[in-house]
T-cell receptor, first 111, second 114 residues
Framework: QKEVEQDPGPLSVPEGAIVSLNCTYS??????FMWYRQYSRKGPELLMY????GNKEDGRFTAQVDKSSKYISLFIRDSQPSDSATYLC???????????FGPGTRLSVLP | SAVISQKPSRDICQRGTSLTIQCQVD?????MFWYRQQPGQSLTLIAT?????????ESGFVIDKFPISRPNLTFSTLTVSNMSPEDSSIYLC???????????FGSGTRLTVV
């Protein structure tokens, strides 16, 4: 079993839809969780990070961590064509140490 | 956040040759990280490079294949040695962000070995 699993997609949604992206992880000791967005031919850029369980909101993006089920989610409200990218989740023990990345979900938001 | 310049952005190389990838950061950083991103697979950490000491390699990666230099706090290189088609991948350098607990990545080097 991989440490962080993620449905690779592709996922296509119409503009304005609510998008739900999900990851599961296997190591219950993970405490830090991140979501990155990667446009084609670019490096990943950090969208959100969370510590332990709970929700975190930033504009149209909400990150959610459920440590009891080892499940992390990213919700995108009012999705835009500019949100079309690959979204990578990552989990780790401590900031500054090796984070384990999921393979990414490719999202297309259709105008 | 730090700005990372990585080059080359892409290259096509003959098997058996070596390619050196450069990573320049616009601020001083303690640790720099080198990742490999294979198609459809997770970002995988190759090694962590600290200035003034040997790089620390992750399981499955060795110094003879991926030698790393870190001559100062703003620069690092990764060499992919004696390349084979299996080394075709995207290679990325990364540093810890100073302001948001995340990591900043370079734009990557897309390597194709023929």
């Amino acid at each position: 079993q991989k440490e962080v699993e993620q449905d690779p997609g592709p996922l296509s949604v119409p503009e304005g839809a609510i998008v739900s992206l999900n990851c599961t992880y296997s190591n219950s000791a993970f405490q830090y969780f991140m979501w990155y967005r990667q446009y084609s031919r670019k490096g990943p850029e950090l969208l959100m990070y969370t510590y332990s369980s709970g929700n975190k909101e930033d504009g149209r993006f909400t990150a959610q961590v459920d440590k009891s089920s080892k499940y992390i989610s990213l919700f995108i409200r009012d999705s835009q064509p500019s949100d079309s990218a690959t979204y990578l989740c990552a989990a780790g023990f401590n900031y500054g140490q090796n984070f384990v990345f999921g393979p990414g979900t490719r999202l297309s938001v259709l105008p | 956040s730090a700005v990372i310049s990585q080059k080359p952005s892409r290259d096509i190389c003959q098997r058996g040759t070596s390619l050196t990838i450069q990573c320049q950061v616009d601020s001083q950083v303690t640790m720099m990280f080198w990742y490999r991103q294979q198609p459809g697979q997770s970002l995988t950490l190759i090694a962590t490079a600290n200035q003034g000491s040997e790089a620390t390699y992750e399981s499955g990666f060795v110094i003879d294949k991926f030698p790393i230099s870190r001559p100062n706090l703003t620069f690092s290189t990764l060499t992919v040695s004696n390349m084979s088609p299996e080394d075709s991948s995207i290679y990325l350098c990364s540093v810890e962000s100073q302001d948001n607990y995340g990591y900043t990545f370079g734009s990557g080097t897309r390597l194709t070995v023929v």
